[in-house]
């Protein structure tokens, strides 16, 4: 694959769409736990839906795989913007 035209608007709102596409699946799935996470340590402060501390826990869990899942996919957006960019992949 050739290295993307960044010398038109054109070429760089393409190449930007094509980034936006690159990890979007570990960006929402790390989102939805993290989302998932905080409304499960709200519940269980607030004593809803039968939620005890042991949630907590497990909510605390969540959120760091949630993160780890957001990273990874900033990662693997910059190695592949990195080999576009060296005409590498």
């Not at 939620?51 to 990874?72: E, P, S």
């Amino acid at each position: 694959m050739a290295r993307p035209n960044l010398d038109t608007p054109e070429g760089r709102t393409a190449y930007r769409a094509e980034l936006k596409r690159v990890g979007w699946k570990l960006r929402l799935g790390g989102f939805v736990l993290i989302v998932v996470a905080a409304l499960l340590v709200v519940f269980a402060q607030e004593g809803r839906f039968g939620l005890t501390q042991d949630a907590v826990k497990v909510a605390y869990g969540m959120l760091f795989a949630g993160w780890v899942l957001v990273i990874a996919a900033i990662f693997q957006r910059t190695r592949h913007h990195k080999r576009r960019m060296a005409e590498g992949l």
